[in-house]
């Protein structure tokens, strides 16, 4: 299995600051044929399901503030929030989608300092 | 709009059984496999397995920690899929989502709201 370890496990940023959270994973998840990353970042706040906010490593999905991006390649990745707002606070999770079974970092907890 | 409603979820006890529903609405679901995760209490999230279209003959895959116990079924004329748990243990207890694939072998872009299943005596 490919195994996903996010840092750090908790973060706190004031609002406005930027945030930064890693993604590592066990091996690459870049498709050299396709020449795609099989990484995508998900938001999760308590009561709701996650919301994907970035598949491909790097392509926001429709509707996600653009403070939100993402990059990296074959094993090493991050998730920026570039301004945090106070609706920003909740876990964030890094998923491979390279290799069955699915696997997803331990997840960030991203809280306003 | 796209729309999964998972349901079936409740207290078994260790050893029970278990079914949970998963209705979508707003797609095309026969053209779309779903995936099932699950969170357990205090802990991130987990795959356990995905329900493959008619296209790849209904197949399914299953994570090494329910394969064996679980089962997944699908009825494309309910936009439903099904997971039979059997044989439950307490480290079942969890949320659990359904979610619908964006393509086939990709992530997930839509997740249902979960459904809860406590497994104890």
């Known amino acids: 299995d490919i195994v996903m370890t996010q840092s750090p496990d908790s973060l706190a940023v004031s609002l406005g600051e930027r945030a930064t959270i890693k993604c590592k994973s066990s091996?690459?998840?870049?498709?050299?044929?396709?020449?795609?990353?099989?990484l995508a970042w998900y938001q999760h706040k308590p009561g709701q399901p996650p919301k994907l906010l970035i598949s491909?490593?790097?392509t926001r999905e429709s509707g996600v503030p653009d403070r939100f991006s993402g990059s990296g390649s074959g094993t090493d990745f991050t998730l920026t929030i570039s301004s945090l707002q106070a609706g920003d606070v909740a876990v964030y999770y890094c998923?491979?989608?390279?290799?069955?079974?699915?696997?997803f970092g331990q997840g960030t907890k991203v809280e306003v300092k | 709009e796209v729309q999964l409603v998972e349901s079936g979820g409740g207290l078994v006890q260790p050893g029970g059984s278990l079914r949970l529903s998963c209705v979508a609405s707003?797609?095309?679901?026969?053209?779309?496999?779903i995936d099932w995760f699950r969170q357990a209490p205090g802990k991130g999230l987990e795959w356990i397995g995905r329900?493959?279209?008619?296209?790849?003959?209904?197949?399914?895959d299953y994570a090494a920690s329910v394969r064996g116990r679980f089962t997944f079924s699908r009825d494309d004329s309910k936009n439903s899929v099904y997971l039979q748990m059997n044989s439950l243990k307490t480290e079942d207890t969890a949320v659990y989502y359904c979610?619908?694939?964006?393509?086939?072998?990709?992530?997930?872009?839509?997740w249902g709201q979960g459904t809860l299943v406590t497994v104890s005596s």
């Open positions: 491909w490593a790097s």
């Open positions: 707003g797609f095309t679901f026969s053209d779309h496999y």
């Open positions: 091996q690459s998840v870049l498709s050299s044929s396709k020449n795609k990353n099989y």
């Open positions: 998923q491979q989608y390279y290799h069955t079974p699915r696997t």
């Open positions: 979610t619908r694939l964006a393509s086939v072998g990709t992530f997930p872009d839509h």
């Open positions: 329900s493959r279209d008619k296209a790849a003959s209904f197949t399914a």
